[in-house]
């Protein structure tokens, strides 16, 4: 049996989650890509506003992001993108 430390595997992701969104969001504003990013604070349930948001900009691509506490909870898809997969 592997005894695994998932505590400090959870203080390892959340220390280099800052850094990591930088590089990807500079990724995408690379000027050699045709690349718009938008940021939006909208009510409502979650799901039903992130899909009015992208039909109203006629998204091409939503990203979601997992909010897991914990290592198994980051593995596993949630509650708001399963809403959007279902749409």
Do not use: K, M
């Not at 505590?7 to 969104?21: G, H, K, M, T």
């Not at 690379?30 to 604070?41: C, F, G, S």
């Not at 109203?56 to 909010?67: C, I, K, P, S």
């Not at 980051?74 to 399963?82: A, I, M, Q, S, Y």
């Amino acid at each position: 049996a592997v005894d695994v430390n998932f505590a400090a595997l959870d203080v390892e992701y959340e220390r280099q989650i800052p850094e990591r969104f930088a590089r990807f969001v500079a990724a995408l504003r690379d000027p050699r890509r045709e690349v718009v990013i938008l940021t939006e604070v909208r009510r409502g349930p979650p799901a039903d506003a992130i899909l009015d948001a992208a039909r109203e900009h006629h998204a091409d691509l939503v990203t979601a992001g997992r909010q897991g506490r914990s290592l198994f909870e980051r593995l596993t898809v949630g509650r708001v993108t399963t809403a959007l997969l279902r749409g």
